[in-house]
């Protein structure tokens, strides 16, 4: 049989903690495959075809908004960005854990992230009144680069859904959390010191919270080498602490 035409068995996790008649359950929607097809095309294909109900988010479908991350056969994935091909013709889709559930496959990832965000004071601190008609300073292209990098996340929250620490710490600030920490951290216009930023990761919620078993990592839809960033804070966090 050729990929075009597969009959797919796509099953789905579903629940609405709105409706209080809704128990979570799974069903199962028959797909026919065609050339190309992602979980976004094919999810589209059952709400227009088989179930308008179905709940899921999609933006951009092209790997940059991060809104249509879910469990695939039980990993994180952009939905947007995986093609029904590559895997066997029954697919499991659930909703990413740890985010509060809007509806089936539907997650407030929005919420977790301002959360987040606050907690770290996630924004830059040059200690400087803003001036809209000063020209931009200059930056090495290489320097730029780096936080371009660092910079590069969707906050499509999959690393958190891979994540034991996340799942069992409410307040975990996790590999996306850490990943914009050390985005500050690289910055030379942000005046915060190390420990200032002991302060706001120095802690189990924090960099010492994290087990290093890169879940986070593996499935990080943009590949941000968030171990390396893990460990790199780790050693400036122990350092300042050391130093009192
Ligand atoms: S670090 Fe990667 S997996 Fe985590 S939110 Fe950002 S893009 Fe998604
Ligand atoms: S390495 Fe740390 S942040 Fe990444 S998944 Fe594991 S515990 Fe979470
Ligand atoms: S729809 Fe935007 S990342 Fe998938």
């Known amino acids: 049989m050729t990929e075009s035409g597969r009959a797919l068995r796509i099953s789905v996790l579903r629940h609405n903690p709105n409706d209080p008649d809704s128990e979570p359950h799974i069903q199962t929607f028959n797909v026919t495959e065609t050339a190309g097809m992602t979980l976004f095309i094919a999810l589209t294909d059952i709400r227009e075809n088989q179930d308008p109900t179905l709940q899921f988010d999609f933006v951009c479908r092209a790997g940059i908004c991060g ?3 879910m469990l695939i056969n039980g990993k994180p994935g952009l939905a947007c960005r995986t093609q029904t091909k590559d895997f ?3 697919i499991m889709l ?3 854990p740890v985010f509060r559930l809007i509806g089936d496959l539907s997650v407030d990832t929005g919420a977790w992230m301002q959360r987040m965000s606050d907690r770290l004071d996630a924004w830059l601190h ?3 009144t803003a001036n809209v008609n000063a020209l931009e ?3 090495e ?3 730029a680069q780096e936080i371009y990098e660092l910079d590069r996340c969707i906050e499509c929250g999959c690393c958190i859904a891979a994540c034991a620490t996340a799942q069992m710490r409410d307040d975990f600030v996790g590999a996306v959390g850490l990943n914009r920490i050390a985005r500050f951290r690289v910055d030379p216009r942000d005046q915060r010191s190390d420990a200032d930023m002991y ?12 087990m290093t078993l890169l879940g986070c990592e593996d499935y990080c839809p943009k590949q941000l080498s968030l171990g390396t ?3 790199w804070l780790r050693r400036r966090m122990v350092i300042a602490s050391s130093r009192g």
């Open 88 to 90: 066997d013709d029954e």
């Open 126 to 128: 040059t200690g400087l």
């Open 229 to 231: 960033q893990i460990a």
């Open 94 to 96: 659930a909703p990413l």
């Open 137 to 139: 300073e200059r930056m």
């Open 141 to 143: 292209p290489a320097l």
């Open 199 to 210: 302060e706001l990761i120095g802690d189990d919620d924090g960099v010492f919270g994290c």
């Open 67 to 69: 809104s249509c991350g």
